[in-house]
């Protein structure tokens, strides 16, 4: 899977350029949306404790999807820095919080990051930023994973990239098997760290 910055900046122009009343006009159907919910598990929607809970629902997918409306170029553009440094960066334990998109329930846990310059690093605090983009958008793990290796590849075209994520899934631990001490790990590697075993190795030391 190769990230296309052009498409993500495209996707964020087009959500950028949507009008007041296009955003009214969502808004008010996805209250209709929860509205129904609530009708079809049985519970009145107008009693008092429900009664502002589709607006609530609704703003709160806002927040929990606004990945969607990052401008990926500039968010990286004013932080890309040439430096004579040729180590690993590491930049462990970023909590992150999405939502699974095949029951929008949440899945949530950390991200360790790493790469190795060839030039040019990045802003300690974009790295977080990054993975917080792809998070915040109906996701499975093994694609955000996937995503944000492929991004800080394109973007700074280092000599490579690491990315390993632990996740605890809601969908899992709520419903279905139900098992609240079951973890996920993935991983991606990219360029020596695929290619190298001791460069592998010495960043999930650091990692552990």
Request: charged letters at 30%.
């Amino acid at each position: 899977m190769n990230i296309n910055i052009k498409k993500l900046e495209q996707d964020f122009q087009l959500s950028r350029h949507q009008n007041g009343k296009a955003a009214e006009a969502r808004k008010a159907s996805l209250q209709k949306a929860v509205r129904s919910i609530l009708e079809n598990i049985g519970e009145d929607p107008d009693r008092e404790g429900l009664q502002r809970t589709p607006d609530r629902v609704a703003r709160m997918y806002d927040e929990l999807t606004e990945g969607y409306h990052v401008d990926p170029i500039k968010m990286i553009n004013d932080a890309l820095f040439t430096v004579d440094y040729d180590e690993m960066v590491v930049v462990k334990d970023i909590e992150f919080y999405s939502l699974c998109e095949h029951h929008m329930l949440p899945f949530l846990g950390k991200a360790h990051v790493a790469y190795i310059p060839n030039g040019k690093v990045v802003g300690l605090s974009k790295i977080p930023r990054i993975v917080e983009m792809f998070a915040r958008r109906l996701q499975v793990q093994e694609r955000m994973t996937v995503q944000i290796a492929d991004f800080i590849e394109e973007v700074l075209q280092p000599r490579g990239v690491a990315v390993v994520i632990e996740g605890v899934h809601m969908c899992m631990v709520m419903r279905g098997i139900k098992k609240a001490n079951a973890s996920m790990t993935t991983s991606a590697m990219r360029g020596c760290f695929e290619k190298r075993h001791k460069t592998r190795d010495e960043f999930m030391k650091l990692i552990r």
